[in-house]
Antibody, heavy 121, light 110 residues
Framework: EVQLLESGGGLVQPGGSLRLSCAASGFTFINYGMSWVRQAPGKGLEWVSSIGVRAYTTYADSVRGRFTISRDNAENTLYLQMNSLRAEDTAFYFC???????????????WGQGTLVTVSS | QSALTQPASVSGSPGQSITISCTGS?????????VSWYQQHPGKVPKLIIY???QWPSGVSTRFSGSKSGNTASLTISGLQAEDEADYYC??????????FGGGTKVTVL
């Protein structure tokens, strides 16, 4: 059974940093690109970042230069390092696995339960 | 990376068919067949119901169908049921190698 378990969310002051983790199990992690998607409370979905099987990374304009996605294939874990956090980064952060192993943005068929990041003073 | 445009709400009676539109540009929907649709019930994580414009993930009802014409993708729900009441989001791969979502559509079953 595919499982994605996020952790690392919490309350942080504006300008602060946080690192999210997503522990993956039930599939061959190394064969899949992975992504982070966020959702502000009561709002819509927003793609944040993706990392391919060869660690090629892409970012939304809203987070580029502040967030860094990475993966540890030995630990089957996805990370999101978030720096210079702003109030508008407040959201539930989901890690997501694509339905096709060779294409990291063509539909996410498995999602974690999400971890809440709140940026506030 | 402008969000795709979806109607805020769509409603229909049980048994009817409804269609949700998702309008993008020549740099996303118009350029690729990589449009996905998600269903999200309150307090739940999104569920993939269509990928690659019109493909069904395993286990998804064929009452959901997808299509695309030009810069606009569409999701049709046939035989509307009470359990279909949820928020629906489209997404598309873009020419910048990014992903963009629509703003979401709330479906109400009357």
């Amino acid at each position: 059974e595919v499982q994605l378990l996020e952790s690392g969310g919490g309350l942080v002051q504006p300008g602060g940093s946080l690192r999210l983790s997503c522990a993956a199990s039930g599939f061959t992690f190394i064969n899949y690109g992975m992504s982070w998607v966020r959702q502000a409370p009561g709002k819509g979905l927003e793609w944040v970042s993706s990392i391919g099987v060869r660690a090629y990374t892409t970012y939304a304009d809203s987070v580029r230069g502040r967030f860094t996605i990475s993966r540890d294939n030995a630990e089957n874990t996805l990370y999101l390092q978030m720096n210079s956090l702003r109030a508008e980064d407040t959201a539930f952060y989901f890690c997501a696995r694509p339905i096709l192993s060779g294409a990291d943005k063509r539909g996410f068929d498995f999602w974690g339960q999400g971890t809440l990041v709140t940026v506030s003073s | 990376q402008s969000a795709l445009t979806q109607p805020a709400s769509v409603s229909g009676s049980p048994g009817q068919s409804i269609t949700i539109s998702c309008t993008g540009s020549s740099g996303d929907i118009g350029a690729y067949t990589y449009v996905s649709w998600y269903q999200q019930h309150p307090g739940k994580v999104p569920k993939l119901i269509i990928y690659d414009v019109s493909q069904w993930p395993s286990g998804v009802s064929t009452r959901f169908s997808g299509s695309k014409s030009g810069n606009t993708a569409s999701l049709t729900i046939s035989g509307l049921q009470a359990e279909d009441e949820a928020d629906y989001y489209c997404s598309s791969f873009t020419s910048a190698d990014t992903l963009v979502f629509g703003g979401g559509t709330k479906v109400t079953v009357l």
